[in-house]
């Protein structure tokens, strides 16, 4: 039982609050903000640079530098998708779709 709160804490209530925080935003500029200080704060690209490192001393190379490619692609899109569309209203859910595109 303690687990399950353990694991609600660090996966459920995070993306509760980035659900909440992006209903409540409408436009493209403020969604991304949203979702990048999600990142952030939730140390995303930490964990990842130690899951590169790992890799690294792993000998696992280009998985490494996959992981760090990813990230990289991510912010990219995040960015793209800030230009383009900028300040304008918009659903979370066509906000999903658009980033979805933009990682492919």
Not at 33 to 54: A, G, P, V
Request: glycine share 2%; aromatic share 8%; proline share 1%.
């Amino acid at each position: 039982m303690q687990r399950m709160e353990t694991l609600r804490k660090i996966i459920i209530e995070p993306l509760l609050e980035l659900k909440n925080q992006t209903n409540s935003s409408k436009d493209v500029r403020t969604i991304t903000r949203c979702l990048y200080e999600f990142l952030i704060r939730n140390k995303i690209d930490e964990k990842l640079e130690n899951k590169i490192k790992e890799k690294l001393e792993e000998g696992f190379n280009e998985l490494a530098t996959e992981y760090k490619t990813s990230f990289k692609v991510l912010l990219d899109v995040l960015d793209e998708i800030v230009l383009v569309f900028g300040d304008d209203k918009i659903t979370f859910d066509k906000y999903m779709q658009v980033l979805k595109i933009g990682l492919r």
